[in-house]
């Protein structure tokens, strides 16, 4: 797997501080889906830590994103 760069997680940490003020504003899906993307970067960052440590959060960010797609319009 390739390496991600500290710019990427910059960015990653960006997109999922996007996400909550997005979220605060009123847009709840979009500002979930910026989140789920953020956190999935930064636990595929973590491929070389313990097992626990690096799926719980994929694992999360996954839900996160279903709940965002499962969630009705007009919120």
């Not at 799926?55 to 797609?69: D, E, K, N, S």
């Amino acid at each position: 797997m390739r390496a991600i760069t500290p710019l990427q997680l910059r960015i990653a940490y960006i997109v999922i501080a996007l996400g909550v003020l997005i979220g605060i504003v009123g847009f709840v899906r979009s500002g979930a889906l910026l989140i789920s993307a953020g956190t999935g970067v930064i636990a595929l960052s973590q491929w070389k830590s313990r097992s626990f440590e690096r799926y719980l959060p994929l694992a999360i960010a996954v839900v996160l994103f279903g709940l965002a797609i499962a969630l009705p319009n007009g919120l």
